[in-house]
Nanobody, 115 residues
Framework: QVQLVESGGDLVQPGGSLRLSCAAS????????LSWYRQAPGKERELVAV????????NYADSVKGRFTISRDISRNTVYLQMNSLKPEDTAVYYC????????WGQGTQVTVSS
């Protein structure tokens, strides 16, 4: 059974950090392009970060560049999103996505940045 399960979302103060995890099962993440998206209330889902399966390069939305880092651990079949210097505008539900011979989504994890 193919599955992506996110975790790590929480309430954090501005300037704080969180690390999101996305555990994959039913497929091997090394064969997939991996991404994190987010969706804030009343807004469309937006791409946050991408990890290329071809060369391991990464790309980020301008709004998170320099603050967020996407990575993967093949041995754990898990994708991560390290988020530093969090801002209130980072508040959203965060989703991981895997794209290869199929396209798979996790259920999402809530990140709230507020004092």
């Amino acid at each position: 059974q193919v599955q992506l399960v996110e975790s790590g979302g929480d309430l954090v103060q501005p300037g704080g950090s969180l690390r999101l995890s996305c555990a994959a099962s039913g497929f091997t993440i090394s064969q997939f392009m991996l991404s994190w998206y987010r969706q804030a209330p009343g807004k469309e889902r937006e791409l946050v970060a991408v990890f290329s399966r071809v060369d391991g390069s990464t790309n980020y939305a301008d709004s998170v560049k320099g603050r967020f880092t996407i990575s993967r651990d093949i041995s754990r079949n898990t994708v991560y999103l390290q988020m530093n210097s969090l801002k209130p505008e980072d508040t959203a539900v965060y989703y991981c996505n895997a794209r290869g011979w199929g396209t798979f989504w996790g259920q999402g994890t809530q990140v709230t940045v507020s004092s």
